[in-house]
C-alpha cells in the first residue's frame, strides 16, 4: 500500500506522467489489501485500486469489475464533483487506464464463462461495460465543470467498441463544446475511423483517417502506416 502511495504522490506532482500511470496500473500487492475506506478520497481509490489488482491476480474476474467501477466513481461520481478535476491532470491518465482495464476485465471473464457453457453474445460483463460507459457518459455531458473528461470518456468508448466490436454506445455521442487538443482529437478520430472501416462503413471511416493522417507528425511513420492502408483501401469506395 505505501508503493502505492508513493506513486500517487508522484504523480500528483506531475512527475514521469504516463509512464507511472502504468506502472501504477501494473502493480499487485503481493497480500490482500484490508480495511474498507468508507470516504471517498484518494485513500479511498488506492484501497479500491490496490483490492482489483489483488482480486485480479487471483483470478476473481466479477470481483476485479465491480472493485475497478468502484474506482472509476470515486474519480466521477453520478450528480457531484468527485476527485478528478482540471486541477488534477494526472488523475485524467488514471481514468482513461481504469476504464480499458474495465473494458479487459469484461472482455476476459465473458471469455472464460464461454468456456464453461454456451452464452448469448450480448449478455455478461461486456454488455455491462457498455451500459456503465453510456451512463458515465450522460452523468457529465451537460456537466460544465466535467466537460473536459469527455474526450478521455468518447475515446475509450471508440476502443471499446473496437475491441468487442460494437458500436451501440458510442455513435450517437457528440462531443460538447471545448478547446480539446490536437493530439486527443486526432486519437479519437483514428479510432473512430478505425471502427467504421471495420464494419465496412466506408463514407463515415474517411473523414475521421483523413484528420488523423494529416495530423500525425511524420516522425511517427508507424501510426502513419496504420491509417493510411486504411485510408487507400476506404477511399476507392466513394
Not at 470515486?74 to 482513461?96: D, E, N, V
Not at 456537466?143 to 473536459?148: E, G, I, L, M, S
Not at 478521455?152 to 451501440?168: D, L, P, R, S
Amino acid at each position: 500500500m505505501e508503493e502505492f502511495k508513493k506513486m500517487v504522490h508522484r504523480l500528483y506532482n506531475g512527475k514521469e506522467g504516463s509512464a507511472l500511470a502504468r506502472s501504477f496500473m501494473d502493480f499487485v500487492p503481493a497480500e490482500e489489501p484490508q480495511g474498507a475506506a468508507t470516504s471517498e478520497d484518494m485513500d479511498a481509490l488506492i484501497i479500491a485500486h490496490a483490492k482489483c489488482q489483488y482480486a485480479l491476480s487471483q483470478g476473481h474476474l466479477k470481483d476485479a469489475y465491480k472493485l475497478r467501477e468502484r474506482c472509476i466513481n470515486l474519480l466521477l461520481p453520478s450528480g457531484r464533483i468527485g476527485l478528478i478535476s482540471t486541477a488534477t491532470p494526472f488523475l485524467l491518465l488514471l481514468l482513461k487506464r481504469f476504464l480499458l482495464h474495465l473494458r479487459d476485465i469484461a472482455l476476459q471473464a465473458d471469455k472464460e464463462e464461454e468456456g464453461r457453457e454456451s452464452q448469448d453474445g450480448d449478455s455478461g460483463l461486456a454488455t455491462a461495460c457498455q451500459g456503465f460507459l453510456q451512463r458515465l457518459w450522460g452523468t457529465i455531458l451537460q456537466d460544465d465543470a466535467r466537460n473536459f473528461v469527455c474526450m478521455a470518456i468518447y475515446t475509450v468508448g471508440w476502443q471499446c467498441a473496437y475491441k468487442m466490436n460494437k458500436t451501440t454506445v458510442v455513435y450517437r455521442w457528440i462531443l460538447p463544446p471545448y478547446e480539446y487538443s490536437l493530439q486527443d482529437q486526432v486519437t479519437a478520430s483514428y479510432w473512430k475511423g478505425v471502427v467504421q472501416f471495420n464494419k465496412h462503413n466506408w463514407m463515415q471511416a474517411v473523414p475521421d483517417l483523413e484528420f488523423a493522417f494529416d495530423h500525425i507528425p511524420p516522425r511517427l511513420f508507424g501510426h502513419r502506416r496504420c491509417v493510411l492502408w486504411r485510408l487507400v483501401t476506404a477511399r476507392p469506395s466513394l
